[in-house]
Antibody, heavy 118, light 107 residues
């Protein structure tokens, strides 16, 4: 069955970077883009960007311009989100999600809580 | 960016009730609208895609419809496991945007 398993919770200081991993299994990795969505505690869902494992193409929300890098490793079928220059308002649960087609997210990771605090 | 609004923001209902949640887009998005359910502490779950197509494995008490830019999610008979927050999401134009959510609580 399709599974997306994310890395564990992180605590970072302002200005630091965080790298979250999303290990996938149960399907052909290169056939589906991976999207990243975050959720500030108690708030709604915010789309951050996507990465295509097939060619490595990416696209992201302008909100994260210059701070967000999304990559994949096809040898381990793992996607990565790298967010730099962290601020306190980046404290959120970060989810990876498989795009089954046309920005429709049919399988999600369990989420990774990133806490940014001095 | 396309703005998504949902109403109500929360509602209280009883098991067995029919529940309707609406979602509006700030511009035409055709049928490119998805619905997700999120239970506390869990990841979202895809319920409906393309406005009205039930995702595999989702109970048939869930349904979706569209009229212009007005989308509706209906739960025909609310079950205990349906108490959750529901989000709509447009998949018409990047960047993909979600509605603010509708929390369905137990009356």
């Amino acid at each position: 069955q399709v599974q997306l398993v994310q890395s564990g919770a992180e605590v970072k200081k302002p200005g630091a970077s965080v790298k979250v991993s999303c290990k996938t299994s149960g399907y052909t990795f290169i056939n589906y883009s991976i999207n990243w969505v975050r959720q500030v505690p108690g708030q709604g869902l915010e789309w951050m960007g996507w990465v295509s494992p097939y060619r490595g193409d990416t696209s992201h929300s302008p909100k994260f311009q210059g701070r967000l890098i999304m990559t994949t490793d096809t040898s381990t079928t793992t996607a990565y989100l790298d967010l730099s220059n962290l601020r306190s308002d980046d404290t959120a649960v970060y989810y990876c999600a498989r795009d089954m087609t046309a920005a429709t997210f049919d399988h999600w990771g369990q989420g990774t809580l990133v806490t940014v605090s001095s | 960016d396309i703005q998504m609004t949902q109403s109500p923001s929360s509602l209280s209902a009883s098991v067995g009730d029919r529940v309707t949640i609406t979602c509006r887009a700030s511009q035409s998005i055709s049928h490119f609208l998805n619905w997700y359910q999120q239970q506390p502490g869990k990841a979202p779950r895809l319920l409906i895609h393309s406005a009205s197509t039930l995702q595999s494995g989702v109970p048939s008490r869930f349904s979706g419809s569209v009229s212009g830019t007005h989308f509706t999610l209906t739960i025909s008979s609310l079950q205990p496991e349906d108490f959750a927050t529901y989000y709509c999401q447009q998949s018409y134009i990047a960047l993909w945007t979600f509605g603010p959510g509708t929390k369905v609580e137990i009356k």
